[in-house]
């Protein structure tokens, strides 16, 4: 099992910045992929930026050149860096930890930060 507990929303205005943390409750070494999907109103969840354990990272095409997952594997912690953000990206946004096959429950939930980003 992991908990996991995001942090760092808030209001920006259009072209802002913003940096999320994802504080996990273990080591966040060995996870097999960690990622931050985010869910506006009225539409569904989406995946924003993931990386697995194998070094590959993924960004959705929408937040590509603004958006930079990291991670310190010292604290634990996933961020994501949010630059020139737009009022597209208001959401609610969620950090997941998939701890991969050979576990029988495989995906953690945050409870998700809220960001808004409007003039």
């Known amino acids: 099992q992991v908990q996991l507990v995001e942090s760092g929303g808030g209001l920006v205005q259009p072209g802002g910045c913003l940096r999320l943390s994802c504080a996990a409750s273990r080591s966040i070494f060995n996870i097999y992929a960690m990622g931050w999907y985010r869910r506006a109103p009225g539409k569904q969840r989406e995946l924003v930026a993931i990386?697995?354990?194998?070094?590959?990272?993924n960004y959705a095409d929408s937040v590509k050149g603004r958006f930079t997952i990291s991670r310190d594997n010292a604290k634990n912690t996933v961020y994501l860096q949010m630059n020139s953000l737009k009022p597209e990206d208001t959401a609610v946004y969620y950090c997941?930890?998939?701890?991969?096959?050979?576990?029988?429950?495989?995906?953690?939930w945050g409870q998700g930060t809220q960001v808004t980003v409007s003039s």
């Open positions: 990386f697995n354990n194998g070094g590959i990272t």
């Open positions: 997941k930890a998939d701890l991969g096959p050979l576990y029988i429950v495989r995906d953690y």
